[in-house]
């Protein structure tokens, strides 16, 4: 017999159910009415409405995942067995050991001059803050069976979660610009003589990188838990040749206030790297049953994020500290970031290395790396977009991926000799709405559903584990009538900004609290602006 436990909209989730299998009972499934409704029009579906819907059908023939926005029913859930307590670390682990961190440490000693150890400080504080937001969200993928910002809706509403989307939407496809970029850049600089342009690079890496999220969720865990494997080893090999080379003496530059100021906008932008994740963490566990320990899965989440982060930035910093004293990497970042972390791969110092034949093999391992990293925005993407109306809703999954693929394409191709520059103004702006939204959720569980609040399912009987999120009513995900109007959580949210707007220091603005720290002021407004907000 399957074993099941009650849920809290009085239904039952079966942990021995393929997740995309529908329950063969009188109870149609969210996603099965969405594609009736999807066709019901007064004229009849249209070419392409038939087309998308029986391209879903045939992906869930094959039990790939067609689902969208939809709520995925207690009978849906998945078996939980001892390779889903695993599952979250590699799956983070794989996504976070990519390229773009690597470079994103780079900007500890090139952009704010900070010496090796402030700057691998800074990133671990920076990534330990971040890494345990998002593990607190992908708790809630389990026991909602809802989406990230489907969640938002219990705090904010259904019209006010609109904005939150179109920021996260902002968030998945900038970050994902910036990945195809980079990708682009390491596939050209390995390419003989520079003859494959960073142009063909991207749209290379944005093809794969829909290939692999259009077919969901199945799909993209199969890659992902395999995938960091290659990721560790590649890295370790570029820790071992470069180590060397690192900085390790050198201060960080500046008087005392300015090296406090450098030292905290680095820490808010490695926070906001990680943190940003927290707008779709529970996207990718709304399969797991709930009886999944909240406490094994913030677990696996935080460690697995904290480790990755870490390591991958550590390299990147030692890369750039040796910038002013290695000629091969001075002549490699002067071409791109990406070129740097080719030149890496050499041991010797001198530029000739650059054409290694092992060390170019490698460098496109890394390159490819970065699919995991690109496949999982994309991903979430396609459902966010879903999120914004019912009228999207109709739309399938796949057809918003495509979209959000063709976007971020367009603007790297646009922007992809602005790569420090995108970095250093888009990064920390991207965890500011999340900063704010977090701080209103966790008040909200916390004081305001007191009951259940702080009872993390650490216990081993069934009943402790049920406790996390069960002052909620999952099951009116869809219906704004039932939903919170959202008007405390929207001035809360408006004031967590200004607060941001006063204390952020950005090329093009600094506050006037962020100007009291340092020659060239300091972004102190994530902290600020999770007290402004709650």
Same mark, same amino acid.
């Given at each position: 017999?399957?074993?099941?436990?009650?849920?809290?909209?009085?239904?039952?989730?079966?942990?021995?159910?393929?997740?995309?299998?529908?329950?063969?009972?009188?109870?149609?499934?969210?996603?099965?009415?969405?594609?009736?409704?999807?066709?019901?029009?007064?004229?009849?579906?249209?070419?392409?409405?038939?087309?998308?819907?029986?391209?879903?059908?045939?992906?869930?023939?094959?039990?790939?995942?067609?689902?969208?926005?939809?709520?995925?029913?207690?009978?849906?859930?998945?078996?939980?067995?001892?390779?889903?307590?695993?599952?979250?670390?590699?799956?983070?682990?794989?996504?976070?050991?990519?390229?773009?961190?690597?470079?994103?440490?780079?900007?500890?000693?090139?952009?704010?001059?900070?010496?090796?150890?402030?700057?691998?400080?800074?990133?671990?504080?920076?990534?330990?803050?971040?890494?345990?937001?998002?593990?607190?969200?992908?708790?809630?993928?389990?026991?909602?069976?809802?989406?990230?910002?489907?969640?938002?809706?219990?705090?904010?509403?259904?019209?006010?979660?609109?904005?939150?989307?179109?920021?996260?939407?902002?968030?998945?496809?900038?970050?994902?610009?910036?990945?195809?970029?980079?990708?682009?850049?390491?596939?050209?600089?390995?390419?003989?003589?520079?003859?494959?342009?960073?142009v063909v690079g991207i749209i290379v890496v944005a093809i794969i990188g829909w290939t692999i999220s259009t077919f969901g969720i199945w799909v993209l865990d199969i890659y992902l838990r395999y995938s960091y494997i290659t990721q560790l080893i590649v890295f370790s090999i570029l820790y071992g040749v470069s180590s060397h080379n690192y900085d390790l003496s050198t201060p960080s530059q500046g008087d005392s206030r300015t090296v406090i100021g450098n030292r905290i906008s680095f820490l808010s932008i490695t926070l906001a790297a990680a943190i940003t994740y927290g707008g779709g963490a529970a996207d990718y566990f709304v399969y797991y049953p709930v009886t999944t320990p909240p406490i094994a899965l913030f677990s696996a989440t935080l460690v697995s994020l904290l480790c990755s982060f870490t390591f991958a930035y550590c390299?990147?910093?030692?890369?750039?500290?040796?910038?002013?004293?290695?000629?091969?990497?001075?002549?490699?970042?002067?071409?791109?970031?990406?070129?740097?972390?080719?030149?890496?791969?050499?041991?010797?110092?001198?530029? $000739?290395?650059?054409?290694? !034949?092992?060390?170019?093999?490698? &460098? *496109?391992?890394?390159?490819? #790396?970065? +699919?995991?990293?690109?496949?999982?925005?994309?991903?979430?993407?396609?459902?966010?977009?879903?999120?914004?109306?019912?009228?999207?809703?109709?739309?399938?999954?796949?057809?918003?991926?495509?979209?959000?693929?063709?976007?971020?394409?367009?603007?790297?191709?646009?922007?992809?000799?602005?790569?420090?520059?995108?970095?250093?103004?888009?990064?920390?702006?991207?965890?500011?709405?999340?900063?704010?939204?977090?701080?209103?959720?966790?008040?909200?569980?916390?004081?305001?559903?007191?009951?259940?609040?702080?009872?993390?399912?650490?216990?081993?009987?069934?009943? $402790?584990?049920?406790?996390? !999120?069960?002052?909620?009513?999952? &099951? *009116?995900?869809?219906?704004? #009538?039932? +939903?919170?109007?959202?008007?405390?959580?929207?001035?809360?949210?408006?004031?967590?900004?200004?607060?941001?707007?006063?204390?952020?220091?950005?090329?093009?603005?600094?506050?006037?609290?962020?100007?009291?720290?340092?020659?060239?002021?300091?972004?102190?407004?994530?902290?600020?602006?999770?007290?402004?907000?709650?």
């Amino acid at each position: 017999m399957p074993m099941t436990s009650s849920t809290p909209d009085g239904g039952e989730r079966g942990v021995t159910r393929p997740a995309l299998q529908h329950a063969k009972n009188d109870s149609p499934s969210d996603l099965e009415k969405s594609m009736d409704s999807a066709e019901d029009t007064p004229n009849g579906p249209s070419k392409l409405a038939t087309y998308s819907r029986n391209f879903e059908r045939t992906l869930i023939k094959y039990n790939l995942e067609a689902r969208g926005v939809q709520r995925v029913l207690p009978h849906e859930s998945r078996a939980l067995t001892w390779r889903s307590y695993f599952q979250p670390f590699f799956f983070w682990c794989s996504i976070n050991l990519a390229a773009q961190n690597v470079t994103l440490g780079m900007l500890g000693p090139y952009i704010y001059a900070l010496s090796f150890r402030d700057a691998s400080l800074c990133a671990f504080f920076g990534s330990l803050i971040g890494s345990t937001a998002v593990a607190y969200v992908a708790t809630f993928g389990p026991v909602s069976g809802n989406r990230t910002l489907v969640f938002a809706r219990y705090t904010f509403g259904w019209y006010p979660t609109k904005l939150l989307v179109v920021l996260e939407l902002i968030v998945l496809l900038g970050y994902s610009m910036i990945v195809v970029v980079i990708a682009g850049e390491i596939l050209s600089a390995v390419s003989p003589n520079g003859s494959m342009s960073i142009v063909v690079g991207i749209i290379v890496v944005a093809i794969i990188g829909w290939t692999i999220s259009t077919f969901g969720i199945w799909v993209l865990d199969i890659y992902l838990r395999y995938s960091y494997i290659t990721q560790l080893i590649v890295f370790s090999i570029l820790y071992g040749v470069s180590s060397h080379n690192y900085d390790l003496s050198t201060p960080s530059q500046g008087d005392s206030r300015t090296v406090i100021g450098n030292r905290i906008s680095f820490l808010s932008i490695t926070l906001a790297a990680a943190i940003t994740y927290g707008g779709g963490a529970a996207d990718y566990f709304v399969y797991y049953p709930v009886t999944t320990p909240p406490i094994a899965l913030f677990s696996a989440t935080l460690v697995s994020l904290l480790c990755s982060f870490t390591f991958a930035y550590c390299v990147g910093i030692g890369l750039a500290s040796a910038i002013p004293a290695i000629a091969a990497y001075k002549a490699a970042n002067d071409i791109s970031h990406g070129a740097l972390i080719v030149a890496g791969f050499t041991e010797s110092t001198s530029p $000739s290395d650059f054409n290694t !034949g092992f060390g170019k093999f490698l &460098a *496109v391992m890394v390159a490819l #790396g970065l +699919l995991g990293n690109l496949s999982a925005p994309t991903y979430s993407s396609g459902i966010d977009f879903q999120v914004l109306s019912k009228k999207f809703e109709k739309i399938p999954r796949v057809v918003w991926n495509t979209v959000g693929v063709v976007i971020y394409t367009v603007c790297a191709l646009a922007g992809r000799d602005h790569l420090a520059e995108i970095f250093t103004n888009f990064l920390a702006l991207m965890g500011y709405w999340v900063v704010i939204w977090l701080a209103i959720t966790v008040e909200e569980q916390f004081f305001f559903r007191s009951r259940y609040g702080f009872r993390l399912g650490i216990g081993g009987d069934k009943e $402790s584990r049920r406790g996390w !999120g069960q002052t909620y009513d999952w &099951a *009116v995900w869809d219906t704004p #009538g039932k +939903l919170p109007y959202g008007i405390a959580a929207s001035v809360a949210f408006l004031v967590g900004w200004a607060g941001a707007i006063l204390c952020m220091a950005q090329v093009w603005y600094i506050g006037p609290i962020a100007k009291l720290v340092g020659e060239y002021g300091a972004d102190v407004s994530l902290p600020f602006e999770r007290f402004d907000a709650a």
